[in-house]
DNA sequence: ATTTTACAAATTTTT
DNA sequence: TTTGTAAAAT
């Protein structure tokens, strides 16, 4: 493609922001304006045209898919070889990228770990626990939201000691030691050798700041830099790209503040807002043809949108169709809900031909899920699940990535916690505490502490105890020297045997177990993916290192695969921004559920959940659904709930509400009469039951106890070479091999899509295909 | 040190 | 309803 084809596809607003390369820029762009299409031009005519070396341009996006594809479609016009110099990725893995190279400045190890959510907490709670206070005033989760406004704000525990305002704040809440914990909270990760998401934005503003010469080499570097939803970035966010930009100037911001629903981890709407302020000589491109969506629904998002007071001027209009009004269903409950958006799915799948892929069901909330779920599945409608408990939050896989983790920085606390008596080794609480004493008496790491056998006596820790601690040390240094030689994959495998987690996951044979080791085996393939993926690019990285690198900052909205075809998506509206579809229910406009309960306090809240149903409402392309129900369960308990105040402020014009009758004769399923509906809630139990008790998978392999693993469970073994057979997520593919008997028979399958795969047959879903 | 039992708490959204 | 934590028992 030649750069007249390119400027061609794009309208004038969209062309003008392309050429306008030079300075700072800021494009404001409406929900379905073509956005994406404007950046990937904008940095291909970069390269095209003003023969920008790729090295120099910065793009950060929301999430590392929307990069990766961004990336792929540049490719398509620069080629790919150019298309790879580009740094592109999210604020936080370009970060960490950046952190890793220069951490020693700032006393990190450069294989630093990175600490999410749980972990943190974790940590918050042990410094709680340690200085015996109350947790029911010090309650960890506050308590971590607090330290990460401060680091979003780059308050440093120094700081917070020095303002007299936030240690007020801080003793009206009945926590005058918040400043310790935090002091104490810094300090622990430090000497893990850890930083926690926040961490990773503040000390990558640290290290530009303290140390000139290495702000003068990225500024250097990054001539120009791109920066996508920028309504959603925070405050350290904000100066970091401020820093970088200042020497070339050639900043382009995109975002629309319509659409900015992050306030909650620091996001702060007033960065696009003043960025006309902050700038000099800023160009605005105002992009406001929607693309996307039907008259009808940028009518009432529109109409809706007008609500709010602080915003930006912009009209956003389309050129496509009226289509549909937007419809209104009200539900009995929760449950009915479900089902009726079952039906309606069903209905338009069937009459419609429209496949399950255009269908989006969008919730505030992850605990409305499961309503649909069970809707869905009673209906064999085929669905995916983004967010929730993903399968790398999952427990089992979180205890074979510790090993991992403290194979790679053994500083690493949390690991050393998670893993040091899993399995079993006799190594208990009364142990762990004399360690954390000692480790803090000498501000060293747990780990540091465990090598010196002085330490493990002045301990007072007993002589068996230290041979343990002892052999549990050498065997991570054994893991340790075999990084040094094998590849991700093969230290991995090393690993989850010699540890005895295999063993300790194939012992348990109930179904819960069963699907923890089914989740190993589906870790350990996706880090033999991950090496063979890199040991073909040509200056990959196939080490363990790599692996954890790429897995720490992986997102829900990262993860969409192949295989995701031909199913129905649920997710949070959260997770939804950046998509669109057909056809979308939103589910649950109830009011303290959307709004939500908590932003009902203030304006400001208000209104970015009236944001958020913007950009919700802004998903669909033809049509859209908004459900309300009468009663819905919460805290196991069944509540009145009245509709969202949002229902009446899309103008009555684009609705289509339906006031159904909700006696037993009409509608076939909307309504159910008691007798049924108890009928069914005494059915639904022994089915729930069977559920794994441990959170059920939400992401990979749901386990479904009922029809799938049984129905083909005699086509599972018998297979021979040269048949066809299917794969759930490989797809189509030709068995070439057969290994091992019994239920550690294997197949090597050659997949039509994916290449070779070894599979245990025993857990390969496959199906026979007729050819 | 580990297992069992009982009881409380939880639901906003995520890198 | 489910999940996690604290106390009590082995």
Redesign the pocket.
């Known amino acids: 493609m030649n750069v007249e084809d390119y400027l061609k596809q794009l309208n004038p607003a969209q062309r003008a922001a392309v050429e306008a390369v030079k300075g700072p820029v800021m494009v404001i762009a409406g929900a379905g304006s073509g956005k994406t299409r404007v950046l990937t031009y904008r940095i291909a005519h970069l390269i095209d045209y003003h023969q920008v070396d790729a090295f120099q341009v910065l793009s950060l996006t929301?999430?590392?898919k929307a990069a990766r594809e961004m990336k792929e479609r540049i490719a398509r016009i620069v080629g790919p070889s150019e298309a790879k110099n580009l740094w592109m990725g999210?604020?936080?893995?370009v970060f960490a990228r950046i952190l890793r190279v220069e951490s020693d400045r700032l006393g990190y190890p450069s294989n630093f770990t990175i600490y999410?959510?749980e972990d943190?907490?974790?940590v918050i709670?042990n410094i709680i626990?340690e200085q015996s206070l109350d947790?029911?005033i010090y309650?960890?989760?506050s308590v971590a939201?607090r330290i990460?406004a401060f680091k979003n704000a780059l308050i440093t525990p120094e700081e917070y000691q020095r303002s007299p305002e936030l240690r007020e704040q801080d003793a009206a809440a009945r926590m005058p030691l918040m400043g310790e914990i935090f002091a104490a909270y810094n300090e622990r990760c430090f000497r893990s050798g850890a930083m926690?998401?926040?961490d990773?934005?503040l000390n990558t503003y640290m290290l530009l700041r303290k140390f000139p010469d290495v702000l003068a080499k990225y500024q250097d570097r990054f001539r120009y830099i791109m920066v996508d939803e920028y309504q959603d970035t925070n405050h350290a966010q904000y100066l970091i790209v401020k820093a970088l930009a200042n020497r070339y100037g050639n900043i382009c911001v995109v975002g629309d503040d319509a659409q900015s629903?992050?306030?909650?981890?620091g996001a702060n709407i007033k960065n696009i807002l003043n960025f006309q302020r902050d700038y000099e000589d800023v160009q605005v491109f105002k992009l406001e043809q929607n693309y996307r969506s039907s008259k009808t629904i940028v009518g009432a998002a529109n109409s809706l949108i007008s609500k709010n007071k602080d915003q930006l001027h912009k009209e956003v209009w389309t050129d496509n169709d009226a289509g549909e009004r937007i419809t209104i269903h009200k539900t009995v409950s929760d449950n009915d809900e479900g089902n009726y958006v079952a039906r309606m799915i069903f209905e338009k799948h069937m009459t419609n031909h429209l496949p399950y892929e255009s269908f989006a069901i969008l919730y505030?909330?992850?605990?409305q899920s499961r309503a649909m779920e069970d809707a869905l599945r009673r209906k064999n409608i085929p669905y995916r699940i983004?967010?929730?408990l993903?399968f790398y939050q999952r427990?089992e896989v979180k205890d074979v990535l510790a090993y991992f983790r403290l194979t790679i920085n053994p500083k690493d606390e949390e690991a050393f916690r998670r893993v040091v008596?899993y399995p079993?080794?006799?190594?208990?609480?009364?142990?762990?505490d004399k360690l954390t004493v000692v480790a803090n008496r000498e501000g060293v790491s747990i780990w540091e502490a465990c090598q010196n056998p002085m330490l493990l006596e002045s301990a007072g820790i007993n002589r068996p105890?230290q041979t343990k601690l002892q052999d549990f040390v050498t065997k991570i240094e054994s893991y340790r020297v075999l990084t040094q030689k094998g590849d991700a994959f093969e230290v991995a495998g090393h690993i989850a045997k010699s540890s005895g987690l295999i063993r300790e996951f194939s012992e348990d044979k109930t179904p819960e177990g069963v699907s923890r080791y089914e989740n190993i085996e589906e870790l350990l393939n996706s880090v033999k993916e991950f090496t063979e993926n890199q040991k073909e690019i040509e200056d990959g990285n196939p080490s363990l290192d790599a692996f954890m690198e790429d897995v720490a900052?992986i997102?829900?909205?990262?993860k969409g695969t192949e295989d995701d075809k031909h199913k129905v998506s649920l997710?949070?509206?959260?997770?939804a921004k950046g998509l669109e579809f057909p056809v979308v229910f939103i589910v649950g406009l109830e009011e303290s559920?959307f709004p939500?309960?908590?932003?009902m306090g203030s304006r400001a809240?208000l209104e970015?959940?009236r944001r958020?149903f913007y950009v919700a409402l802004t998903r669909a392309e033809k049509e859209a659904y908004l459900t309300h129900a009468q009663m819905r369960?919460?805290?196991?308990?069944l509540i009145d709930c009245e509709p969202s105040r949002f229902l009446e402020e899309i103008d009555e014009r684009y609705l289509n509400i339906l006031t159904p009758d909700f006696s037993p004769f009409t509608g076939p399923d909307t309504s159910l009469p008691s007798r049924r509906r108890s009928a069914e809630n005494t059915a639904r139990?022994p089915r729930?039951?069977l559920?794994?008790?441990?959170?059920?998978p939400k992401n990979l392999k749901r386990v479904r106890p009922t029809q799938e693993s049984e129905g083909n469970f005699e086509a599972l073994t018998n297979v021979e070479v040269g048949e066809r057979v299917k794969h759930q997520r490989f797809g189509m593919g030709t068995v070439s091999d057969l290994e091992g008997s019994g239920p550690n028979k294997k197949a090597i399958i050659e997949f039509d899509n994916v290449g070779e795969k070894k599979l245990l047959l025993k857990f390969a879903k496959l199906e026979r295909v007729n050819a």
């Open positions: 929301f999430t590392n999210t604020f936080h893995s999410d959510t943190q907490a974790k709670n626990k947790k029911e309650k960890p989760k939201r990460s926690d998401f926040d990773l934005l629903i992050y306030a909650f981890r505030r909330t992850n605990a983004y967010g929730g993903s427990k008596n079993k080794r006799g190594i208990g609480d009364t142990t762990l105890t900052l997102t829900d909205a990262d997710m949070t509206i959260h997770l559920l939500s309960m908590m932003s809240d970015e959940e958020l369960y919460r805290w196991g308990k139990k729930t039951s559920r794994p008790s441990s959170a059920p």
